[in-house]
């Protein structure tokens, strides 16, 4: 079955050197309870979850610490038994080392559960029940990108999913996680993408994986025949970085393209990750939530590579010293893999639901950047490997430029960041660091203009209702000494009327006064406005960075 | 622990300039030994004058314009054009054009456009260039095949301008071939008369077909190796092939066969070692190929028609100035993007 699958091709690629026996060597450790565990509220793509204890509660292991925040978000689960002791700023991982909130558990190591409800059938449950229970555990995407999975297995009714795709390519060097997962937990992965095929309704389900992970590929077809499930396809495909990209997987193996600027959903595809259908597996049989994932931990600079369960928040400085730590050769820490990872400044930072790796290069290992680069000589390496078919070398003059409306025409966003440009330039240019710069500069840019729109905008309402206001006031006034004019006429005719109408005009005129001075507040001058303006715009601003 | 921070991807396939460049010079060298077999030392005693001027200027341009010197002069790359503009002029030379062409390519055309990679024209060319329309009557003058000189010989004439009373410079040099023919059919010679002179060969100009072939051999090393891309050769090569056959079937006695046109003169140089340089040449597939088959057609035609004996480095030139407009009007389409 799986020998006759026609495979297409996409553009460029690289062989790269896979290193990966290095972490391979022996089975997935064990999980080990650290001293603290730092949990970031913003694990996933989309708004960051919302505590829901606070300093010195006691949590047991898999309570919701952190309650889903939108539509675009998870819950957090508690990893482990034990005590809420701060919630406070802490490093996370992140290229550009940010720190954000975090709760920090103090765990008792009695490792003890909440009541988990019983287990359940997922054919018994229809496919929004299901997401449910996926949102609930704080599923996210564990590839990397870490998109909520529940909302990838809600197409709309009115999609059909021709294909649920699982990426098993893992065409990253060194990372491994992927790999021992499917060779020790083969039938978890099955038995989730089962689940995942039932919720999407897919016609037809597809497993990809490079040929250099002979041991799992053999791994899942046993598990399929145990199970005996014969509607779910494993294919091998010819190890070629980055194979394992979303779209360059789509189109390996159905030779479907998503369309650039689009969704792998836009041609009837979903895409998952096997370490996410492992956990959606334990999260929809066992009602467990995601507080631990496999990760490789490898390189040079590393005493004792291999992969381990880790804990969410395990902080890396504990669990690598638990590893047996560092070589002294270590140089450079990474955390991903090393053509898109981020390099971590320190390793006082947790592990994540989105950490699939730390890499610990050793002196003279992939020190690529460390040379100084030559000017482009135009020699059109870097577009011969792009798979995204783009001209790496005009984003990069573009960039260069900073002409960011011209980078786009460029397609700048349709660069996934893979690093094949930079790894064949013989300028040794930083490509993908121009295209990363270019990006937040673009987005920033975006940022201020959507704020400067809703200043402008508020302004503009703001000048309306005072524009309303007037014309009302007018009005009155004018009917006011219509009504006066008709009263002076008559006065003659009665003093006693005439005396009620001084009283009455004295209490107009207080309230004209008091009408007075409110519009006193309403007509400022323009200064006075900008200020009052500017005010309300950093608070507005500060409650945003508060949020976010 | 603190770590040093940097961007990924953190490897790289430890490809660089000096490194590309070097391969271009190692690829150039068995041409440069058929060359030296057939015409003696001048052209090892040319290349080596063409190297030390360049490396002189290039170092004087990197002084002036404040660069950091020893990291740009470990390119390699002024040594490169200082080869194939050795290669593409006279044999018999005198020091003086040589150092000329070389300072014209270094500073002109490279430097005073911005150095490496920013020059929009093949800075060996240029070089050619001027010196062809400067000096018309010394671009003619090529030795015949193994009339070579030694190297005491050779040097005296490089810087002397002249050689033993005992040899007569008329009775070891000629025009090209391909120059020959141009002169044979003025004179209403048919090409089969022509190419009986000795200076023909079995199937291109007699010397220069095995320099040529040792040349594609080196061009063929450096597509295997993925230094450069097939597209422009073949691409240059197959234009001439096409057009010189169009010709040559309509009138044998006219035009000279394909073949001829391929292995006389410096088209296969030109092919897989001058109009592959990155930096003047056309970045995408199809402008690639594009550019190859216009300097293809147009040497063809300044060759045939042209008032100049080999009409490359006219053609290279010419190409080049088009570069901007072939990118722009042939980028690829994008992954996904709609519409093949
Ligand atoms: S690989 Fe580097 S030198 Fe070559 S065209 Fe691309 S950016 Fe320029
Ligand atoms: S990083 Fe971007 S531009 Fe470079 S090869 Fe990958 S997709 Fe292309």
Known sequence: MQSKHKLFN?????????????STGQAIGDVFIPSRLVLPLQQHIGESSEATVKEGDPVLKGQIIAKANGYVSVPLHAPTSGTVSQIIEQPVPHPSGLSATCIVIKP?????????????DYRQMDPSALRNRIRDAGIVGLGGAGFPSFIKLNPGAKTAIDELIINAAECEPYITCDDMLMRERAEDVINGIRIMKHALQARRCLIGIEDNKPEAHAALKDACSKLGIDDIEIISIPTLYPAGGEKQLIKVLTGKESPSHGLPLDVGVVCQNVATAAAIYQAVTYNKPLISRIVTLTGEGIKQPGNHEVLIGTPVDEWITYCGGYHDSIKRLVMGGPMMGFNLGTDKIPIIKTSNCVLAFGEGEADAQEQQAMPCIRC????????????????????????FDKIQDYNLFDCIECGCCSYVCPSQIPL??????????????ERDKKKSDRARLRHEFRLERLEKEKKEREERMRKKKAALKTGKDEKTKDSKKDAIEAALERVREKQKKSQTQTKNIDNLSAEQQKKIDDIDARRNQEQKDSTS | ???????????????????VMLQVIYALIPGILVYSYFFGWSILVNIILACLTAVASEALMLLLRKRPLAFFLRDNSAILTACLLALALPTLAPWWLIVIATLFAIVVAKHLYGGLGYNPFNPAMVGYVVVMISFPQYMTQWLQPHAGLDLSQALQYLFLGELNAAISLDSITSATPIDSIKTGLSLNQSISEISASPLFGFWGGAGWEWIAAAFLLGGL??????????????SLLLSIVVMAGIFYLADPQQYSNPLFQLFSGGTILAAFFIATDPVSASTTPKGRIIYAVGIGALTFIIRTWGGYPDGIAFAVLLMNMAVPTID????????????K
């Open chain 2, 1 to 19: 622990m603190q770590f040093k921070k940097t961007s990924s991807p953190y490897l790289h396939n430890n490809q660089n300039i000096s490194l």
């Open chain 1, 380 to 403: 059109g390496a870097c577009m011969d490997v792009c798979p995204a078919q783009l001209l790496p070398q005009q984003l990069y003059w573009q960039a260069y430029a900073r002409d």
């Open chain 1, 108 to 120: 008792d190591g009695k490792d003890e559960w909440i009541d988990l409800d019983s287990s359940a």
């Open chain 1, 10 to 22: 996409f553009h460029g690629g690289l062989h790269l050197p896979g290193h990966k026996e290095i």
């Open chain 1, 432 to 445: 993908v660091q121009y295209y990363r710069f270019a990006k937040t500069e673009i987005w920033a840019l």
């Open chain 2, 328 to 339: 722009y009007y042939t980028q690829p389409r994008v992954f996904g993007a709609s519409g």
């Open chain 2, 221 to 234: 090393w450096l597509i295997y190796r993925g230094i450069i891309s097939w597209q422009i050769p073949v």
